[in-house]
């Protein structure tokens, strides 16, 4: 079964600190893979598709980059804004999305 | 991307009642979904809503306690039926980003308590 988990599950960086957050997937035919910010209260916004391997995308401080594996977030010099909840998912059969737990990143200034 | 909204916003509601949630797209879209996120869990799908067409749900979901609506292209409904405490929850909508593209985009989520 497509199985998503991230790590860590609680991050806290001061700002200006760069980091990565991690997103392993086990997936049968991969079509596709996401990332999203979630504050709290709020439904998720969506940030990236990644498609094959070797993909790379960029938005603002954020770079979001794709192995056969795993997927890395990485948060370039973080401002307390960025905090917010991550979320990785993967597209299982026809649109069905499988979300990992999250990463909660805390940007302390 | 789609503009998604939903109603209402948030709810507290007694144990044994029913609540429905609706979801209003700013566009045509063919499939919705509906999601479920749990106290300080991630997301899980419950059913996907075709227009014209029954809503196919996930295991472990059943129609008699989420009946789904899909009248048009634009709008949905969820009912959650004899509520629990455990059903405490946020329930979100969704929709495909269409164009062939495979990502979906959110509404802001229905915060549901119930006593």
């Known amino acids: 079964e497509d199985q998503v988990t991230q790590s860590p599950e609680a991050l806290r960086l001061q700002e200006g600190e760069s980091s990565s957050l991690n997103c392993s997937y086990t997936v049968s035919g991969l079509r596709g893979l996401f990332w999203y910010r979630q504050d709290p209260g709020k439904g998720p916004e969506f940030l990236f598709t990644l498609y094959s391997a070797g993909e790379e995308k960029e938005k603002e401080r954020l770079k979001a980059t794709l192995t056969k594996k795993e997927s890395f977030l990485h948060i370039t010099a973080p401002k307390p804004e960025d905090s917010a909840t991550y979320l990785c998912?993967?597209?299982?059969?026809?649109?069905?999305?499988?979300f990992g737990q999250g990463t909660r990143l805390t940007i302390n200034p | 991307s789609a503009v998604i909204s939903q109603k209402p916003s948030r709810d507290i509601c007694q144990r044994g009642t029913s609540l429905t949630i609706q979801c209003q797209v700013d566009s045509q879209v063919t499939m919705m979904f509906w999601y479920r996120q749990q106290p300080g869990q991630s997301l899980t799908l419950i059913a996907t809503?075709?227009?014209?067409?029954?809503?196919?749900?996930e295991s472990g979901f059943v129609i008699d306690k989420f009946p789904i609506s899909r009248p048009n292209l634009t709008f949905s409904t969820l009912t959650v039926s004899n509520m629990s405490p455990e059903d405490s929850s946020i329930y979100l909508c969704?929709?495909?980003?269409?164009?062939?593209?495979?990502?979906?985009?959110f509404g802001p989520g229905t915060r549901l308590t119930v006593l």
């Open positions: 809503a075709n227009q014209g067409s029954e809503a196919t749900y």
């Open positions: 998912a993967v597209v299982q059969g026809a649109q069905k999305l499988v």
């Open positions: 969704s929709v495909e980003g269409g164009g062939g593209n495979v990502e979906q985009f």
